[in-house]
């Protein structure tokens, strides 16, 4: 069977995390990577044994199925719309873009042409996200009360993600790094989001991200939504995204855990759920014309207008 063929724009940490899931699926090849960082290029096409392209025309020129895009949220709009222009299927990193206005140019160049697009939304392909979703569908936990997301950073940039622009308030911060993967996550899950209230604190420094984000939303219908982020602070990495029924609470803990209480009960975690289909599974389908499980650019764009009204 002829394989998928993926061209990666961008080898940093996450990039080099696509590379691991492609090279791990049999019937995925990666044909080519590019960085404008030459070491680090050399680096991965050295350390996988990929080719490295010496341009982004040169990777265009060699027309993969699809072009995985994992370079600040400032380059995304101009790289996408040159390979939706060659007809080229783009799968982008969150958030979609630097801001609305780069999104719009996106998800309006993709919407006229005839070619597929993808966001790196781990959530939508973990398991534990999905069985969440299923628990939450089926009234597992009753009427749905409140939903809320927590999130705490002792550092921002994390330690493991040190780059020139994660910090930085024009490109970086937690609310456009972190925010999405649930705020998707939750449009997914019960609709179009509004943000009623918010206060985002930023530091003396004009160059740094932000460092508290206090939010309260609701849904289309209605539901509570509650948001809450904080760097610099004394305490381990938590990240908690909760849904609360009037029957019973499931809480996705650090990406993965997942946990349900019932009325009068702990919380207990929950370990069996069903396998579900990677990222690259559905990129391949999709590129085979198959039905796929993909957050287009559109979807993504519903994304970027919250995180950009957090932003102000």
């Known amino acids: 069977m002829k394989k998928t063929t993926f061209a990666l724009v961008g080898t940093g940490i996450v990039g080099e995390r696509i590379i691991n899931q492609l090279r791990n699926n049999e019937s995925a090849t990666i044909i080519a990577l590019f960085d404008e960082n030459d070491e680090r290029l050399s680096e991965m096409a050295d350390t996988y044994g990929l080719f490295a392209a010496s341009s982004y025309e040169e990777v265009l020129t060699m027309k ?75 009234g597992e936990i009753g009427q749905i009360i409140r939903i809320e997301l927590q999130t705490y950073f002792p550092h921002w940039p994390r330690v493991w993600q040190q780059n020139p622009w994660i910090a930085s308030r024009k490109q970086g911060g937690f609310t456009r790094e ?9 449009y997914r899950m019960f609709g179009q989001l509004a943000i009623t209230s918010h206060q985002t604190v930023y530091p003396e420094d004009e160059t740094l991200a932000e460092t508290s984000v206090l939010t309260i939303g609701k849904t289309t219908d209605d539901i509570p939504v509650f948001l809450n982020g904080v760097s610099g602070i004394g305490q381990q990495e938590e990240l908690s995204y909760t849904v609360y029924g009037d029957e019973g609470v499931l809480k ?54 919250l995180i950009d009204h957090l932003l102000t």
């Open 64 to 138: 993969p199925d699809w072009i995985y895009i994992g370079t600040p949220p400032v380059s995304h709009a101009a790289l996408s719309t040159a390979a939706i222009s060659r007809g080229l299927n783009v799968l982008c990193e969150k958030p979609l873009a630097h801001d609305v206005t780069d999104g719009l140019v996106m998800a309006s160049a993709a919407e006229n042409s005839k070619i597929q697009t993808a966001m790196h939304f781990p959530l939508m392909y973990s398991s534990s996200v999905r069985h969440m979703m299923k628990l939450v569908n089926e």
């Open 252 to 305: 996705l803990r650090n990406w993965s855990e997942l946990s349900m209480a019932q009325k009068d009960s702990p919380f207990e975690i929950l370990t069996s759920f069903d396998t579900v289909k990677t990222l690259t599974d559905e990129c391949i389908a999709a590129a085979n014309g198959e039905t796929a499980l993909l957050v287009s650019f559109d979807e993504g764009l519903e994304i970027q207008k």
């Open 178 to 186: 972190v925010f999405p993967h649930y705020l998707q996550l939750m």
